[in-house]
């Protein structure tokens, strides 16, 4: 849990009171490989910081899985449409090695946002972080030919090549895997 609070140190200093109320709500998850950390066709109520592991989030489009995102070691995971609006997932989220999460479930959120109003920033910066990923991602696959975000992909999130597979890394490049492994035989 000590990872956790030097992380959010670093966002913004936390009140002893607020450290002692995170630590009351906070629980460990252990995730196997493979396991489905959220399932889609269910309302999200968790949000999970990754102490250790690698996370990714896909949905199934026409029978086959495609990825939208991955997460690392110090990274917030969650099916973020299901958990803030509390609707139905239609992502699943899935870990990909063995990993260790720290969680804390929606009503527990709002809790702290509501009796910590200094947590809210945290919550902001976080929030801000994903949609710049996010949107990161969406201009590549919407300007960029699979070449160009294949090279970004090595230069901004190197540790996705050295950790996903390359079914996986296609399938969020927008690509097949056959067009990835003609790309890869290219660069390298």
Same mark, same amino acid.
């Given at each position: +849990? ?9 966002? +913004?200093?936390? #009140?002893?009171?607020? *450290? ?5 709500? =906070?629980?460990?998850?252990?995730? +196997? @490989? ?24 896909? @949905? ?26 509390? *609707? ?10 063995? #990993?260790?999460?720290?969680? =804390? ?16 920033? =945290? ?11 996010? +949107?990161?991602?969406?201009? !590549? ?15 901004? @999130? ?6 996903? !597979?390359?079914? @996986? =890394? ?10 990835? #492994?003609?790309?890869? !035989?290219?660069?390298?």
């Amino acid at each position: +849990m000590e990872k956790l609070f030097r992380f959010l140190n670093q966002l +913004m200093p936390l #009140s002893p009171e607020l *450290k002692a109320d995170l630590n009351k709500r =906070i629980y460990k998850r252990i995730a +196997m @490989h493979g396991e489905l950390v959220i399932p889609e066709g269910k309302v999200c109520t968790q949000l999970y910081f990754i102490r250790r592991g690698f996370l990714r989030g896909f @949905h199934y489009q026409k029978g086959r899985e495609i990825t939208t995102w991955f997460a690392f070691e110090n990274d917030i995971a969650t099916s973020t449409y299901s958990f803030l609006a509390q *609707k139905i997932a239609y992502e699943n989220v899935e870990a990909i090695e063995d #990993s260790i999460l720290y969680g =804390i479930n929606y009503d527990d959120l709002n809790t702290i946002y509501r009796l910590h109003p200094e947590f809210n920033y =945290i919550g902001r910066l976080l929030t801000e972080k994903y949609y710049f990923d996010l +949107m990161e991602h969406s201009l !590549s696959l919407q300007f960029q030919n699979a070449k160009e975000s294949y090279l970004q992909l090595i230069t901004d @999130h190197p540790q996705i090549l050295k950790r996903a !597979s390359l079914g @996986h =890394i296609a399938s969020y490049l927008g690509i097949s895997q056959e067009t990835l #492994s003609r790309i890869r !035989s290219k660069i390298v």
